[in-house]
């Protein structure tokens, strides 16, 4: 007796396809834009809890700063580059239909005798409104966007950025401040280091700075020495020299509870030789907490590899290998003046906080913990 066919069995299985993800509502999209000494980098992002999720970024080296400590002026191949670069942000933009977004500029445009001049062109041929920030917003922008960072554990604070042109620098007290209020507590400091009376506990900037040396404009400084490790330690030296009288590094403090968070192309790239990334992975490097002892082997291994070997390093890339002895001339200098042998790697920075500080002052984010 021939078997009995089954139901259904010359039915074939329909296939399941996911349905395509809804493109978000251009009304909850914000941006951040930030055009440094040596970079243009974008975020298109929408809040999500007490963070945001990003929806479309954008990163290109376009050396703006070029040529700037001889001339004091922004170089026409430079600024040709640079605003290549932002009609590509334009676009990405319009497709999102973004409407609420920050665009600054840093470092490079607060310095040059045409830096304005030039934003008035980017307006003109991108339709881009950019505003030139500050030093003391750039460092508060640096700042709010390590909170999700901080330990609750940490007493003293140190958040550093390493830029193109300069480097900011910002000391906080967390002592009077509950350890799980501490990262929100930073958050809070979108407002203004100078904070009004507040129900809430207040974070307490005691000191800062912004040393008008980065990664483009230390290098430019030694450009003539020719030997690799002088050249080095000079830059090392020569930043030390512009930190004196910072008040962390000019008296003793208590090593217990004090956190360096340190946030840059520099600091990354450290960490990522540090973990023998030959492709570079945020989820890895973001939050890592490297010991001075580890740093220092990194480094130690970029002077031995001389600027020949740098350049064919796939861990340090070809953007980032013209600049990477200066850079880590600011880091090893910090990392010897202060009273912590661990540093957190933040791979987050000015574009980060503006999305924060937008948001915050929007009241878009929740009140939860990070």
Same mark, same amino acid.
């Given at each position: ?39 243009? !980098? ?64 840093? =470092? ?27 030093? =003391? =917003? ?16 940490? =007493? ?37 280091? !100078? ?176």
């Amino acid at each position: 007796m021939a078997p009995k066919r089954p139901d259904g069995a010359r039915v074939f299985p329909q296939a399941v396809e996911s349905p395509a993800p809804a493109p978000p509502d251009p009304a909850s999209l914000y941006a951040a834009l930030d055009l440094g000494t040596n970079s243009c !980098r974008m975020l298109i992002a929408q809040p999500k809890g007490s963070q945001f999720h990003v929806v479309d970024s954008f990163s290109k080296t376009v050396q703006l700063g070029h040529g700037l400590e001889n001339t004091g002026r922004l170089s026409r191949s430079s600024m040709a580059r640079t605003i290549a670069a932002l009609k590509v942000c334009r676009q990405k933009l319009q497709r999102h239909k973004v409407s609420h977004m920050r665009l600054v500029a840093t =470092e490079a445009c607060r310095r040059a005798k045409n830096g304005r001049a030039f934003l008035k062109q980017v307006r003109r041929e991108t339709g881009l409104n950019l505003e030139i920030i500050e030093p =003391e =917003e750039e460092a508060r922008l640096a700042v709010i966007s390590c909170a999700p960072l901080v330990s609750t554990r940490t =007493e003293q604070l140190l958040v550093v950025d390493i830029g193109g042109g300069s480097t900011e620098l910002v000391w906080i007290d967390l002592s009077n401040v509950p350890g799980r209020e501490r990262p929100r507590a930073i958050m809070r400091l979108h407002a203004g280091f !100078r904070q009004a009376p507040s129900p809430f506990p207040v974070a307490k900037v005691v000191d800062w700075i912004s040393v008008p040396l980065g990664v483009a404009t230390l290098r430019d400084q030694f450009r003539d020495v020719d030997d690799d490790a002088a050249r080095f330690a000079l830059m090392s030296w020569f930043f030390e020299e512009n930190l004196a009288g910072f008040a962390p590094s000019a008296e003793e403090q208590a090593r217990e509870g004090f956190q360096i968070v340190g946030t840059s192309g520099t600091v990354t790239t450290v960490a990522a030789s540090h973990l023998g990334l030959r492709r570079y992975d945020r989820t890895k490097v973001d939050g890592l907490r490297m010991t001075s002892d580890q740093i220092d082997a990194v480094i130690r291994d970029y002077l031995s590899l001389g600027p020949e070997g740098r350049r064919k390093d796939p861990r340090i890339g070809r953007d980032r290998q013209a600049l990477i002895m200066s850079g880590s001339a600011i880091l090893q200098a910090l990392m010897r003046l202060w009273p912590t042998d661990r540093l957190s790697v933040a791979d987050r920075g000015l574009r980060e906080g503006l999305l924060y500080a937008q948001m915050s002052a929007d009241g878009v984010l929740e009140d939860a913990p990070y």
